[in-house]
């Protein structure tokens, strides 16, 4: 425990003093936190969908976990269960094999609910397009509120990108209902 | 096992690991698996080809000289070859999947199923159609898959996926349990299959390393440069030494990030959250360095064919010595803690195990059979640049269980940020990228790497017009996949994210 202990109080608050070339990155990621509290008021449960990714797009949702961008501290929590979810956070060009599922989803999401796009691929089929094995861009399976383009987009456009979805949608899911 | 013996009309290819072709027949087929086998060579992998000169199956075996590139041709409308299955326990999913996309059959194979055809496509065979092959209609569903019931008392079925609870990739498992206790379970995958090898054929050759990057996120440096050795092996491309060196950085930088996640990833799974927040802290700053030193966060699009996209500064090099001191001076410390805490310990010790001996069997590989006492690291195992400039030291744990995995995991991070500092100290000078020049003819060239799960293999072949006929990807989680059906039996459901995560294998790099 001792050395747990040591090793918090040695790395300290790790956003804290900034090394310059992050200063920027850092006072981003601060405004956008803020915005979203100003905007929420309240907790935002994000139900995130694989649907036919290279995971590379899950990396960085994992990301925004870290101490660096803190989402969980926002209130902003990831859960198990669609019936949870304000938000689906849909990777990946949709595969075949993932279409039923995907919409089964979809309508287990209570309304009002709000649909992300996320990655190239979620955006407009990306590098796999569409196929035998592929439907593409998401919005060619469920309706699409946002998307955030990039191979994958790092986590501060993730973040901006579930910023602009919640802005749309001022009462910020569920409280609406 | 000399290769004099096999009797093979051996085609070495100009890779810079030892990679031969050879055509064989029938007996040939099952005369090289048999001889591979008793060698204690394994079978890396399985896959079909269709093209200008008829259908043909092919096997890639790994032995201590090298590796070989068999290819039995199927006469006229013959749709069957031998079942290697009986030789090499990982050949069956590989040879359903065969069948699906190939539309070839393993002679008297035990399982028949198909694998990774869901049931949603309207062509069957899509590797072997001519043209574009089709979708199923809209509104049709995935048929069921026939899983092995167990009977008895008090058994019952948990049936989980394919969206699973957290955030990973999609795929469907079935547990059959009395109590909390697994007496089995069986996967079923292929949730991602997205066509990527019918992708292959439509893009040129010298663009579709972007897609190889892409087979599976986390291994992008692996598979680009897997990709980037079949191409350049296939029209004799050399590339410059420089180049070589600046791949073997980006791959260990990729190992180490790897590792950095999975070990977070593991002490959260055992329920010390701290464990995540300080090795994702690591991580980002490690993503962050490679976003300046290689473009991109995970140094996706930055292994081109005939060498690497962009040169490094000294000065970033020597910032990247300096963040491997401090990295592993804090890497060290969180070891310390890992391994002295006793909650942790308690949820990783005996959890999970594969014996040396099931895993030889059942041919584990990568850094999970390394954990598993499987001592093969192609960085160690073959002779070549700068692998070899750099004597890599290969890591292994006899454990087998998820304390295995994760103490593997330290070892390895640890060599890798070696070798990273090495990489920069002695980087040679000169380009870094030549031309590759496609030739006028049918080829083929193969791409052969130590990616941080495991190894990868691209086997490429080029038609006359310079254009991409067949590319095969293949992923270490073949092997590793069934091997976590045994891994979890006996212990308890809720350790069943722990172990799968100790192993964490792909499921878009398997579901192509
Ligand atoms: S957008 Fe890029 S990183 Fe995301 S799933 Fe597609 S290929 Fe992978």
């Known amino acids: ?177 | 096992m000399r290769f004099a013996e096999l009797h093979l009309d051996l085609q070495r290819l100009s890779a810079p690991l030892p990679i031969w072709h050879a055509r064989v027949d029938r007996a040939g087929w099952i005369a090289v698996a048999a001889q591979v086998a008793q060698a204690r060579g394994r079978l890396l992998s399985v896959w079909g080809r269709s093209g200008s000169t008829g259908p043909s199956v092919c096997a890639a075996f790994a032995t201590p000289e090298g590796l070989v590139w068999a290819e039995l041709p199927l006469a006229g409308a013959e749709d069957r070859y031998p079942d290697l299955s009986d030789t090499f326990a990982c050949a069956t999913r590989m040879q359903r999947s065969l069948a699906d996309l190939g539309g070839l059959h393993a002679d008297h194979a035990n399982d028949r199923r198909p694998w990774l055809d869901h049931g949603l496509w309207a062509t069957a065979a899509p590797l072997a159609t001519a043209g574009a092959p089709a979708g199923a209609a809209a509104g049709t569903l995935p048929a069921d898959y026939p899983f092995v019931r167990v009977e008895g008392d008090g058994v019952h079925e948990i049936a989980v996926g394919p969206v699973h609870a957290g955030i990973i990739e999609p795929g469907h498992f079935r547990f059959s349990v009395v109590g909390e206790k697994v007496l089995r379970l069986e996967q079923h995958l292929g949730y991602v299959h997205k066509g990527i090898e019918r992708r292959f054929t439509e893009l040129a050759p010298l663009q579709a390393y972007r897609l190889a990057g892409r087979v599976s996120g986390d291994m992008t440096v692996a598979y680009a440069w897997a990709y980037a050795m079949a191409l350049e092996s296939a029209c004799g491309t050399s590339v410059p030494e420089r180049a070589e060196w600046l791949r073997a950085l980006m791959l260990e930088r990729e190992r180490v990030a790897n590792h950095l996640g999975d070990l977070g990833a593991l002490g959260n799974d055992a329920a010390l959250a701290f464990g995540l927040a300080q090795f994702s802290r690591l991580r980002e700053d490690w993503q962050r360095l490679s976003q300046r030193a290689f473009g991109h966060r995970f140094m996706m699009d930055a292994v081109v064919p005939g060498g690497v996209a962009g040169d490094l500064s000294l000065s970033l090099r020597d910032e990247q010595r300096r963040q491997c001191d401090e990295l592993e001076r804090e890497v060290r410390r969180l070891r310390h803690i890992y391994d002295e805490h006793a909650g942790l310990q308690d949820r990783f010790m005996g959890t999970g195990r594969v014996t040396p001996e099931l895993a030889a069997r059942l041919g584990l590989a990568g850094m999970a059979g390394r954990a598993s006492g499987q001592a093969v690291d192609l960085r160690h195992d073959h002779d070549w640049q700068p692998y070899r400039a750099l004597q890599a030291r290969i890591a292994t744990q006899q454990g087998g269980d998820v304390a295995a995995r994760v103490a593997l995991r330290f070892d390895e991070l640890a060599e890798s940020l070696r070798l990273i500092r090495e990489l920069c100290a002695r980087l040679p000078e000169g380009g870094v990228a030549a031309v590759v020049q496609l030739p006028g003819h049918a080829v083929q060239g193969a791409g052969w790497v130590e990616g941080w799960r495991g190894e990868v293999l691209v086997a490429l072949s080029l038609g006359a017009e310079g254009r991409i006929e067949r590319c095969h990807a293949h992923d270490p989680s073949w092997q590793n996949w069934p091997v976590l059906e045994h891994a979890v039996i006996g212990n308890i459901v809720p350790d069943f994210p722990l172990i799968n995560k100790s192993f964490n294998l792909s499921y878009s790099g398997v579901d192509l």
């Open chain 1, 1 to 177: 425990m001792w050395q747990i202990l040591r090793q918090i109080v040695r790395t300290g608050i790790v956003t804290e003093p900034p090394p310059a070339l992050d200063a920027a990155l850092k006072d981003e990621v601060r405004r956008i936190h803020d915005e979203l509290l100003a905007i929420l008021g309240s907790a935002l449960a994000i139900r995130q969908v694989d649907a036919g990714s290279c995971n590379g797009c899950e990396l960085e949702i994992h990301a925004l976990n870290n101490p660096y961008y803190n989402i969980e501290g926002l209130g902003i929590h990831f859960v198990a269960s669609p019936r949870h979810a304000d938000m689906l956070l849909v990777t990946g060009p949709v595969s075949r094999h993932m279409e039923e599922a995907l919409r089964r989803t979809y309508d287990a999401t209570p309304q009002p609910r709000l649909v992300v796009a996320l990655g190239d691929c979620a955006c407009d089929g990306g590098i796999f397009g569409e196929s035998y094995a592929s439907c593409g861009r998401v919005s060619n399976v469920i309706p699409v509120d946002a998307v955030v383009p990039g191979c994958p987009p790092p986590p501060l456009e993730i973040l901006r990108g579930i910023l602009a979805a919640v802005k749309m949608n001022p009462r910020g899911g569920r409280q609406a209902g």
